[in-house]
């Protein structure tokens, strides 16, 4: 004798009668529940913070599909000296928030290093770009390197590769930015996603 699958077990259960099944009632309305959206439309500017290499990018994200408005990787010169770099890093960002007018700014939170230069450097390059948009009242949002991935590629250990690729084909690039680039567009797009 054949054995019959659950479902068609079920389905002649309920045919038969044997089993009553429930039905639904509509519920009476009420006052409308507040909606708890995530996510943000409109200009945001992210910023992916080093002292030799802070990538930016701008993306607009107003219509259903989001743009790449700018990018750009700021590579300076080991013979620069800190306060040097951090005037051209303020000088940076000031001229792509002139130019797009940005509503938001998203930036890659402060991680855990054990060299305290690198932590000093990090924290003096997030301290001139900050300092720019606070003077222009533009509001900032800090995202975990975790978060940022997941938000974007859906796992929080990505690649700099995996996350390049994915910010090519979403605002569907011919090829993929340089990777402070992409992360700064990265961090962006995870505001876009997840920011309130």
């Known amino acids: 004798?054949?054995?019959n699958s659950a479902r068609s077990l079920w389905t002649a259960k309920i045919l038969q009668g044997n089993l009553s099944v429930k039905k639904q009632v509509a519920l009476p309305r009420t006052s409308k529940i507040p909606e708890t959206r995530r996510g943000v439309r409109g200009?945001?500017?992210g910023i992916d913070p080093s002292l030799r290499g802070t990538g930016l990018a701008v993306i607009d994200t107003r219509?259903?599909?989001p743009k790449l408005l700018a990018s750009r990787t700021l590579k300076l010169s080991a013979k620069l000296a800190v306060y040097e770099c951090l005037g051209q890093i303020a000088a940076a960002v000031e001229a792509l928030a002139t130019t797009y007018q940005p509503s938001h700014v998203a930036i890659e939170a402060t991680i855990y290093v054990q060299n305290f230069r690198t932590a000093q450097a990090m924290g003096a390059s997030r301290g001139?770009?900050?300092?720019?948009v606070?003077?222009?009242g533009i509001k900032v949002s800090e995202y975990a390197p975790k978060r940022i991935k997941m938000a974007v590629t859906g796992h929080g250990s990505a690649s700099k590769?995996?996350?390049a690729r994915m910010i090519q084909t979403v605002f569907?690039?011919?090829a993929a930015l340089p990777?402070?680039?992409?992360?700064?567009?990265?961090?962006a797009l995870c505001h876009a996603y997840t920011g309130r």
């Open 128 to 132: 001139a770009a900050l300092s720019v």
């Open 172 to 174: 569907q690039l011919p």
């Open 43 to 45: 200009i945001i500017l």
């Open 134 to 136: 606070a003077r222009q």
């Open 1 to 3: 004798m054949a054995r």
């Open 179 to 187: 990777w402070d680039e992409s992360d700064a567009a990265a961090i």
């Open 161 to 163: 590769e995996q996350v």
């Open 63 to 65: 219509e259903a599909k």
